[in-house]
Each structure stands twice: as C-alpha cells, then as structure tokens.
C-alpha cells in the first residue's frame, strides 16, 4: 500500500512532465513509425492522461477524496474505451477526429482553469502551461483532419491539391499555424480550411499572451511576497532590539538563516 502510495505521489508531482514526453513521444512515433499499434499505444496513454484531468475538473466538487479518486478512474476509463472502440470498431475518420476535438478542447480549458486557480509557480505550473500549449496544437490536429475529411481537397500540399492523409502532416501544419510561423508548404484553400486555421492562430497568440503573463504575474507576486516577509521580520528585529527587548543574536538560528539574502 505504500508502494502505491509513493507511486501515486509521484505522478502528481511529475505528470505534466510526463505528459511532455508522451505528446512528443507521440510527434516522433507518428513520423518514423508506420505502424500502428505504437501509435495506438502512445495515444491512449494521452488520452488517460487528458481524460483523467478532464474527469478532475468534472468531479472537483466532490469532497470526499475517495469517492472522487473512484469517479475520476471511471470516467477515465469510460473516455478510453470510447477511443479504441471508435478506432477498431466504427473506423470512422470523422467520427474519430471529433472524438479527439472535443475530448482535447476540454483538455486544453482544464489546463487553462489550472492555471488560473493555481497560486504559486512550481514545475508543474510551469509545464502545465507547456501541456496546455502542446494540447492545442494537438486540437489544432484534431481539427484539420476533420476539415479534410469533411471538405474534399481543403487543402494545398506543397502547391498542389491534396489531402491530409497523416496525422503528422496535421499536426505539422496545426504547430506551423498556432505559432504563425507560416512555411507555405500547407495552405488551406476553402472557407472551413481557412476559418480553422485563422482562430487557430488567433488562440496560439491568446493563450501565449495570457497564460504566460499569468505565470509571470504570479511568479513576481510571490518574489514580492518574500520580499515584503523579510523587510517585516528585520523591522520588527531592528524595533526588538532597539528597545533592549532582544538581540538579533538571541533569535533561533532557524530565523535568521531564513532572513539571510
């Protein structure tokens, strides 16, 4: 039980690093690999992951810890088997790529919502933020391939027409466009391809703009929090000792080291 306890402890101090490695686990997976049981693989983990902190933001009224832990696992798993049996069963291009917008747009709000509620910066802020972005690119993916396969030939590949007919090539064009960095190789050439891509420009620009002032703002707070802590205690020595009350000396060790710069 302490195995599992220490384990668990472990991913939620390292989960979103985790899930850095698997979103680009996945990118190199997709490119170099053309099979696909490793991609399969490398997806689902995603998907756990994505699903188990949509199911934290669904359940976070729930109080009771266990109960919520129970709810969370449940919901996770339920969002999981909807995956595979859209993938091996439906085999249905547009259905799966809606799956995948949905399920990564609420993603992407999840890790929005955390980092806004959240009231320190520590690693896991810091590579939430990196997540939420990389998410977006991945719904940026989600949301190409629906495009292409809803609108025929909605797209130009390298001058000419074609179809975008690997989710590399998506997510390729869904980082291209959410960074603006505009290479020409993939350009949308119908009204759906183009409204995609223009809010999905706009969102990179946003989420850059807000959610890395967010963290910041929140970092200078609490250097500004230090600060302000640490003028007080050498007032309140300076006053103490003014009056004979005490030495700064006569403070515990602990004290002082913690007002040493």
């Known amino acids: 039980m302490a195995a599992l306890t220490n384990l668990w402890n472990w991913y939620n101090s390292t989960k979103f690093v985790i899930s850095c490695i698997l979103i680009i686990s996945l990118i190199v997976i997709d490119s170099l690999i053309h099979g696909n049981w490793a991609k399969y693989g490398m997806t689902g983990l995603l998907v756990i992951f994505v699903a188990n902190q949509i199911s934290r933001l669904v359940f976070s009224r729930v109080k009771d810890e266990r109960r919520r832990g129970v709810l969370t696992g449940v919901l996770s798993l339920f969002i999981l088997a909807l995956e595979f049996y859209l993938i091996f069963y439906m085999e249905d291009e547009q259905g799966i790529s809606l799956f995948f917008i949905i399920l990564f747009a609420v993603g992407v709000a999840s890790m929005v919502r955390r980092l806004f509620v959240s009231d320190r910066v520590d690693m896991n802020a810091v590579f939430a933020g990196i997540v939420g972005y990389l998410l977006l690119g991945v719904l940026g993916t989600g949301i190409f391939l629906y495009v292409d396969h809803h609108v025929h030939l909605a797209f130009n590949l390298a001058g000419e027409q074609g179809d975008l007919t690997t989710g590399s090539q998506a997510f390729y064009f869904s980082l291209v466009t959410l960074t603006t960095l505009g290479y020409g190789d993939i350009v949308p050439r119908t ?54 009350v005490c030495r700064a000396e006569d403070l515990p060790l602990k004290d002082r080291e913690d007002d040493s710069p």
């Open 191 to 244: 009204d759906q391809g183009r409204v995609a891509a223009s809010f999905l420009a706009v969102a990179g620009q946003m989420y850059v703009a807000i959610i890395i002032s967010r963290l910041v703002a929140l970092y200078m707070r609490e250097q500004a929090d230090k600060a302000k802590i640490s003028a007080i205690r050498r007032a309140v020595e300076e006053a103490l000792e003014a009056r004979g």
